[in-house]
């Protein structure tokens, strides 16, 4: 059963627009989130994070919204760059538990 | 990818044959874990560990087997490959859990690719 869902395999949006990353969750208990940007042959790299306690957190031209009523959070950047184009991971963990749980990715293309 | 590293980055094995994935960090992070990810799967948590001395069962600790002596360094054992342990691996740390208040990040390195054939 999987607890964290990424439902489009992929997307792909103009240069300049906004990129619409989003993620479902089944597990209630889940408490902080983050989003992780992986590109092909590297390990993936920290984007942003949110707490349960938030419903939106902003990094640049990367903000993360969160609707806990709907066990739903999505990545929104503005504006889109081709350095974007690269595989983004939803990702969440429970309380003190180490356990993180990823969801199966979206692969972003941004065309020039 | 800062601090950690991860040897060898290719692989081939042959079924039935045991190797040790290495994993490396310089941070003094106390958190470390290992992950596979799998063609059309998200990255899955093999082993983990809070500390030296420390470690426990991820989502597919099955295969594998861990140790955590020092801080700096969380080898994955496998002890008799099979052709469902084929993946990227990735070894992960950080200074605390990932759900910690601090917000941590956690750093992965750059992957283990492996083939049991």
């Known amino acids: 059963d999987q607890q964290v869902k990424q439902n489009s395999p992929s997307l792909s949006v103009q240069e300049g627009r906004i990129s619409i990353l989003n993620c479902d969750y089944t597990?209630?208990?889940?408490?902080?989130f983050l989003w992780y940007k992986k590109y092909p042959a590297e390990g993936p790299t920290f984007l942003i994070s949110i707490s349960s306690i938030k419903d939106k957190n902003e990094d640049g031209r990367f903000t993360v919204f969160l609707n806990k009523s709907a066990k739903h959070l999505s990545l929104h950047i503005v504006p889109s760059q081709p350095g974007d184009s690269a595989v983004y991971f939803c990702?969440?963990?429970?309380?003190?538990?180490?356990?993180?749980?990823f969801g199966k990715g979206t692969l972003l293309t941004v065309n020039p | 990818n800062a601090g950690v590293t991860q040897t060898p980055k290719f692989q081939v094995l042959k079924t039935g044959q045991s190797m040790t994935l290495q994993c490396a960090q310089d941070m003094n992070h106390e958190y470390m874990s290992w992950y596979r990810q799998d063609p059309g799967m998200g990255l899955r948590l093999i082993h983990y560990?809070?500390?030296?001395?420390?470690?426990d069962q991820g989502e597919v600790p099955n295969g594998y087997n861990v140790s955590r002596s020092t801080t700096e360094d969380f080898p994955l054992r496998l002890l008799s490959a099979a052709p469902s342990q084929t993946s990227v691996y990735f070894c992960?740390?950080?200074?605390?859990?990932?759900?910690?208040?601090?917000?941590?990040?956690?750093?992965f390195g750059e992957g283990s690719w492996l083939t049991v054939v």
């Open positions: 992960a740390s950080s200074y605390s859990g990932p759900g910690r208040p601090s917000g941590n990040t956690i750093y």
């Open positions: 560990s809070v500390g030296a001395g420390i470690t």
């Open positions: 597990n209630s208990m889940f408490d902080y």
């Open positions: 990702a969440a963990s429970e309380g003190s538990n180490y356990k993180l749980t």
